[in-house]
């Protein structure tokens, strides 16, 4: 993905590692193996909610939105006063009153007159995602995050790594370990995802080390003698 991580990649090893299990259950029935088949380009298509569908029916093709969405407002990324980010989505009228009487303390919004139903709303996105970011940016996002969720309003924190580092809860979820690398020292790395509760699994290493298995795989499994392994080592061939 453009400007992202390869998301293919990862999220094909999370369907095969379902179908691993898919295969594992069935042959525990039959007794028989088979052929897991996943395709990079198959796991992200699966990820394109209704656009397959709507095209199929409308001949529609969804194009690029950036951080909102075409079938609600506010629904996008908006800048606090700190210099930081919130995600605010009010996917009904009921959120959106929520939002302007309960958080901004603008019950006038929410008037069928202006923004209370969702078409003028969807009408109008601009005008409301200004008022809504005039707001946040009038506050700190632990304001706006407070006002949100005692208002009942979907929020979340844009979070940079910096403070996913910094959030206790991160913490005490386990989401950050620290291993101590031969060589490197002590490096902080992701936690064990999903949890089981009974076989939580841990992370003892983060990867072997620069040539570490270098003799065992050329002399146990390809058969190469040692005297000839120290002729190539001598020649800085491994």
Known sequence: MPGSNPLGDYMSGLYGAIGIMLALRQRQKTGRGQMIDVGIYEAVFRQLDEIAAVYGM?????????????????????RTKDDKWVAIACTTDKM?????EDAMSKPELASSGLYGIKAKRLAARKEVDTLVSQWTMSLNR????????????????????ADIFADPHFRARGDLVTITVPEVGEVVAPGVFPRLSRTPGRITSLGPRLGEHTREVLGSLLDIAPAELKELRNSRVI
Do not use: W, Y
């Open 142 to 161: 632990e304001e706006v995050m407070q006002k949100c969720i005692d208002a009942e309003v979907p929020i979340g924190q844009i979070n940079s790594i």
């Open 58 to 78: 409308f001949g529609r093709i969804r194009e690029r939105e950036g951080a909102g969405t075409v079938i609600a407002c506010p629904h996008g990324h908006f």
């Open 96 to 100: 959106f009153a929520r939002l302007v």
